[in-house]
């Protein structure tokens, strides 16, 4: 819960706001992938236990980072990706061993994926990788 409350929540806000304000790259998609829903969801073992076999028949798969960013590049037909996994701010950051397996298939690939700890540490790789235009801040 903290990581929801301190971290995602605050961040989430933070980005729309820079949408709002068209201050985000044009063409920008992104998404929260709820792979949360087994740690947060109420209800006793067995009820969880459907939750779960229900979410891997529609496809969730362990591993995936909580946000995925897609947005244009500067070539026709192209698009940039950036992969960030938000974790709580008191806990070290700790990948589990499908997180790892993603981020290592990232590295692979080239495709940046990072951990953040903060909501303002993940606007700023947003700013960073050009999502959100620093110069009209």
């Known amino acids: 819960q903290k990581e929801r409350d301190l971290v995602c929540k605050p961040f989430v806000n933070s980005l729309r706001n820079y949408e709002r304000l068209g201050l985000c790259e044009e063409g920008l998609a992104w998404?929260?992938?709820?792979?949360e829903q087994m740690r947060w969801g109420k209800g006793n073992a067995h009820q969880q236990a459907?939750?779960?076999a229900h979410l891997k028949a529609m496809?969730?798969?362990?591993?995936?980072?909580?946000?995925?960013?897609?947005?244009?590049?500067?070539h026709r037909g192209c698009a940039r990706l950036l992969f960030l996994e938000a974790k709580a701010p008191d806990v070290s950051i700790r990948l589990t061993g499908e997180q790892l397996k993603f981020q290592k298939l990232c590295e692979k690939y080239r495709y940046p994926h990072h951990v953040f700890t903060s909501w303002g540490d993940g606007i700023k790789y947003l700013i960073d990788y050009g999502v959100i235009r620093a110069d009209d801040l």
């Not at 998404?31 to 792979?35: F, S």
């Open 31 to 35: 998404t929260h992938i709820v792979n």
């Open 50 to 52: 459907i939750l779960g």
């Open 59 to 74: 496809g969730r798969r362990a591993g995936w980072p909580d946000y995925v960013f897609l947005w244009p590049a500067e």
